[in-house]
């Protein structure tokens, strides 16, 4: 599934562009709920924020243009797998070593905390799989 949404440019640098969600009818799918499954960009609580997003070749837009931006779920998905995940899987594989090897509390605990730790190092550092792509 591709999520698109419409966003306003509200600035221009050499290497990004900011921009914010512009309101949108609902569709026949959304309607019934009363809220787009594809408003990717709005906040929690109806709050909208603006958003910088990288480009990588020079786009003919001016502040003001409405476009439209998209992305594809499936990177959302594994960028989602990999910030929750992952640190998950260390604390419970801390606790696992711990009880594995018989260590007291307080050493099942630093485990723990150092396989969080870890996993959330190993999640910054993982290159980004989610692109955000313009179409003008």
Do not use: H
């Not at 609902?26 to 709920?33: D, F, G, I, N, R």
């Not at 779920?73 to 018989?102: D, E, F, K, Q, T």
Request: glycine share 10%; hydrophobic share 45%; proline share 4%.
């Amino acid at each position: 599934m591709i999520c698109e949404q419409s966003v306003e440019i509200i600035e221009i640098n050499s290497n990004s562009i900011s921009v914010k969600p512009v309101p949108q009818q609902l569709c026949a799918a959304c309607a019934p709920s009363g809220r787009c499954r594809a408003d990717w960009l709005s906040a929690t609580f109806g709050a909208k924020k603006t958003f910088e997003i990288p480009i990588d070749a020079p786009i003919s837009v001016e502040v003001g243009d409405q476009i439209q931006v998209w992305i594809d779920s499936s990177g959302v998905s594994m960028a989602v797998a990999r910030v929750y995940g992952l640190p998950l899987a260390g604390l419970l594989g801390g606790a696992g070593i711990g009880v594995y090897l018989g260590w007291s509390d307080m050493t099942t605990l630093l485990a723990m905390l150092v396989g969080v730790g870890g996993c959330l190092w190993i999640a910054r550092i993982w290159k980004n799989d989610v692109r955000v792509k313009v179409k003008q």
